[in-house]
């Protein structure tokens, strides 16, 4: 099936042939759909803190950053804000020129609102010699739209998100990359340093270190910190290979095999590589202006400390099972602790010998730990808490996207649809094991949680594979807990009219 040029271009890619095979196979014989037991809620699975719990976790964070260990903030901002403007793109190309559509009348209501106005407002000078409002003023508002996305203008339709003007402040208006620096100052900063990793696509790279560099000297005066700043891209070995709609390889015009970026799970390999003992991750978008900033910080601050203390009893059981020296009294804790805390199940756990037990509650003590912030759901797209069944037979915490439930079952689908939370994808993460040693997060990931969509290229039809998706299948085999935490907490911009709500203004 491989020709000596397949081969050749594998290597250039840093894939393996048997990769390669076993992207097809699973191809040929699909994911299966995961075994649910419930849709995790605060009764089961979630855990809810008190005033004084929640205080009482913030201090075990301050604690634990005064302890000298390494805080990482990892940003995966390496997506285009195309997105973004798909109903503008769709007026720039309509055959009416004035606003029709609510998205679009809202749009120019509202349009000295954005924090881009300004620049907005300057590159229409300079392109069409006319400001905004004499450009509307005579129904051009085609012109406004167009110098918004295209090239020649703001380019905010090629643009990365993160470099998007999204809030105003009297100095000057911010992008998510620069609130995000805030944020690793306020709540990841330790020895007077805030680490913070973007994950950014190729062709971004020079443009958004350039960004950096330009902004970075005044948050670090602003917030009084050292910032550590890091990049890497999606390595091309994460990329998988698209076949035809027969299974057979998709070749490119040159007849070359074409690949496919194999999704936000590729970055496992990008967070294996983060020299950190903690690591908050939090998407691009997930930001709001200062005003709004300390119930986003104190949250933050809950969820790590709810992790750091976590994470050392499990390592104090560890010790007390690998010193031999414990009874069957101080088995049945270990067994709550792992059950009740890390609410993680075993049905027949009462049948195994005590030397098996000691072997099962080691693997589940000993492996990466992450608490997920999840909201009330208000019906916003994406994944949810579950209770779900693992490939070992047990049963924990996971994060699913619908993709990963099977439709046709009724009962999972109301689960699906009635369940109580969201996952905004708000995560803090212990990755090192109890001698400081870094986990090999590949190890931990459910192969079998992939997912297979249909695509096109030049017209003709291709499969395309993405790999289990970073805080679902990647993070399949870690301990996981949830943490109910207040919805405004979660402020996405999935279009740009998102940044005309009340949290981004």
Request: some cysteine; hydrophobic content about 40%; glycine content about 6%.
């Amino acid at each position: 099936m491989l020709e000596e040029k397949d081969l050749k271009q594998l290597a250039e890619k840093g894939i393996s042939q048997q990769q390669i095979e076993t992207q097809i196979k699973q191809f040929e014989t699909g994911f299966p759909f995961l075994k649910l037991e419930a849709a995790a809620s605060i009764e089961q699975g979630i855990l809810a803190p008190s005033k004084s719990e929640a205080d009482a976790y913030v201090k075990a964070w301050e604690d634990y950053k005064a302890s000298g260990k390494k805080i990482v903030k990892f940003v995966p901002a390496s997506g285009a804000a195309s997105r973004m403007f798909k109903d503008m793109f769709s007026f720039v190309d309509a055959e009416y020129n004035e606003p029709t559509t609510d998205f679009e009348k809202k749009y120019f209501a509202q349009l000295k609102n954005f924090a881009f106005y300004d620049e907005l407002n300057a590159v229409c000078q300079k392109n069409e010699g006319k400001d905004i409002d004499t450009l509307i003023a005579e129904g051009n508002y085609k012109a406004v739209a167009a110098n918004m996305l295209k090239a020649e203008g703001l380019n905010y339709g090629q643009l990365p998100k993160g470099m998007l003007l999204f809030h105003k402040y009297a100095e000057g208006a911010r992008t998510p990359m620069e609130e995000h620096l805030v944020e690793g100052a306020l709540y990841a900063a330790s020895n007077g340093e805030a680490n913070v990793h973007f994950t950014v696509s190729h062709e971004h790279v020079p443009f958004f270190k350039q960004k950096v560099a330009d902004k970075m000297k005044q948050y670090a005066d602003k917030f009084g910190v050292k910032y550590n700043i890091s990049f890497s891209e999606q390595k091309p070995s994460t990329d998988t290979v698209a076949v035809n709609p027969d299974n057979t390889l998709f070749r490119n015009s040159d007849g070359s095999m074409l690949f496919r970026p194999g999704g936000h799970g590729a970055l496992i390999e990008n967070l294996n590589e983060i020299d950190a003992d903690v690591i908050f991750i939090k998407n691009i978008d997930n930001v709001v202006p200062d005003r709004l900033k300390d119930e986003t910080v104190q949250w933050k601050q809950v969820i790590a400390g709810v992790l750091v203390t976590l994470q050392k009893r499990a390592f104090e059981y560890l010790d007390v099972l690998n010193s031999g020296k414990y009874d069957h009294a101080k088995l049945e804790e270990i067994i709550r602790f792992v059950q009740q805390n890390l609410c993680c199940r075993k049905h027949d756990i009462k049948e195994l010998e005590d030397a098996e037990l000691v072997i099962y509650l080691k693997n589940k003590l000993n492996r990466p730990m992450r608490v997920c912030g999840v909201v009330k759901n208000v019906g916003e797209p994406g994944g949810g808490p579950f209770l779900t069944y693992n490939q070992d037979g047990t049963v924990s915490l996971q994060i699913l996207e619908s993709s990963q439930i099977d439709k046709s079952n009724t009962e999972y689908m109301k689960m699906f649809t009635e369940g109580t939370h969201f996952n905004p994808v708000d995560l803090v993460c212990a990755v090192k094991n109890a001698e400081g040693e870094a986990f090999n997060l590949p190890d931990f990931v459910d192969i079998t949680t992939g997912f297979i969509s249909s695509k096109s290229k030049n017209g003709k039809e291709l499969r395309a594979l993405e790999l289990p998706g970073l805080w679902n299948g990647a993070m399949s085999d870690w301990s996981t807990i949830f943490v109910e935490v207040p919805l405004g907490t979660f402020n996405p911009v999935k279009t740009v009219n998102d940044l005309l709500r009340d949290q981004h203004q």
